[in-house]
């Protein structure tokens, strides 16, 4: 059987990731497209800890711990180094959960997109902090369940929704935006690939369920994130050279069934899922007609 | 010269066997090789090994490159089971225990 994506593999066993861990397969897969000549700076977030403790390492390419609010300086630093030493052709990443993207990071993020340096950033968004303990994060959508958003008798989930750090980058003209998701590795690849062919930044947001923070069994992270987009809750895109193109269209299959899986949305009434369907909806309308938009301009 | 602390120790020395709770076992005259589970696996615990080492009632599918389980570092997620197209990975109860 041909292999679907490349064989070659960057990421060692015996890391210490929990059962199940969407992270880990997003870092997988980012490694199996990007290959060898590839620097990664990480903030805090759960890939600080899954490498293991120090003279253990789980990557075989050179890893850069940076501070949390620190990933986009970072890279921008480590890229015009580079560039000094001739090094043109080297991958600088950065790969930062969604608390270090769209909370604490968000503006060292912008600037490095602003200033146009030649990187990668991947956002592996698994929807709240969960290193620390399944915390809300800017990135958590309405009606989840967290330790600081507990449910309690007044049903304190969160009220807000998601911020989506992949339709603020494209609102700033950021050269190469795209989704993804680990349900999809072939499509997630495509996209590395295809942002590789363009000089200047590239963000990629990559939904990772966590298995311990959505409260669902590790065996479901698959089905878990491919419910999302063929829900239309959490839709793939590519936006490149001012073109956005939705790369998988939505199966009718109900928000509902996606919600039920997950046990962080237990305490959501008849109107709150309303609420989210209709959100999905609006969303997915939203993309549909920006898709139309630029592709007859 | 080095300017930065190196860890040159691969992650490969930390088995994660003990982690299993359930273990799961690939049942190969079922078994299409289609590396799904190698694919979707978050502990890259599968090892790939050349046809002809395993056994399938199908000549043309025991000739390709099939999918094992390195059970040092399986964690038992149970992800393949899950995903596999053909239902031929059971999960079962792990017996070893491991101090």
């Known amino acids: ?297 | 010269m080095i300017l930065a602390p190196l860890a040159d120790r691969s992650s490969r020395a930390n088995h994660t066997d003990s982690w299993r709770i359930l273990k799961p076992e690939i049942k190969y005259d079922k078994c299409i090789r289609c590396m799904i589970c190698w694919k979707f696996c978050p502990d890259n615990a599968f090892t790939v090994v050349s046809g002809e080492e395993l056994e399938s009632p199908n000549p043309r599918v025991a000739a390709l490159e099939a999918p094992v389980i390195d059970y040092d570092y399986c964690k038992g997620c149970g992800i393949c089971a899950n995903e596999c197209p053909e239902k031929c990975i059971e999960m079962g109860i792990e017996t070893k225990m491991v101090i």
């Open chain 1, 1 to 297: 059987m041909p292999f679907s994506i490349p064989e070659q593999e960057l990421m060692e066993p015996g890391h210490t990731a929990c059962h199940g861990c969407g992270a880990t397969l997003s870092m997988r897969y980012v490694l199996k497209a990007l290959g060898k000549d590839t620097v990664i700076s990480v903030p805090a977030a759960c890939w600080a800890v899954i490498p293991g403790a120090m003279p253990n390492r789980t990557l075989d390419v050179p890893m850069v711990y940076t501070p949390f609010a620190a990933t986009g300086a970072v890279i921008s630093g480590l890229r015009e180094a580079f560039d000094i030493q001739g090094k043109e052709d080297f991958n600088v990443v950065g790969f930062a959960g969604d608390g270090g993207t769209a909370d604490i990071g968000l503006q060292s993020l912008s600037g490095a997109m602003e200033r146009g340096h030649n990187v990668f950033y991947f956002m592996y968004d698994n929807e709240g902090y969960m290193n620390t303990g399944v915390q809300r994060s800017g990135s958590t959508p309405y009606g989840a369940i967290t330790t600081t958003t507990p449910i309690g008798k007044d049903r304190n989930f969160k009220k807000q929704n998601k911020k989506v750090v992949a339709d603020l980058m494209m609102a700033q003209g950021v050269p190469y935006v795209a989704t993804a998701t680990i349900a999809y590795p072939e499509d997630l690849i495509r996209k590395v690939n295809n942002a590789k062919k363009i000089n200047g930044p590239k963000f990629i947001q990559i939904l990772s369920p966590c298995p311990v923070g959505w409260y669902f069994p590790p065996e479901k992270s698959i089905e878990v994130s491919r419910l999302a987009v063929q829900s239309g809750i959490f839709p793939l895109y590519e936006f490149q050279n001012g073109v956005l193109k939705v790369t998988k269209q939505p199966r009718p299959v109900s928000v509902r069934e996606y919600l039920s899986m997950q046990n962080r949305f237990r305490s959501l009434d008849e109107d709150d899922i309303k609420k989210i369907e209709k959100y999905a909806e609006e969303r997915m309308e939203y993309l549909i007609g920006k898709e139309k938009e630029t592709q007859s301009s």
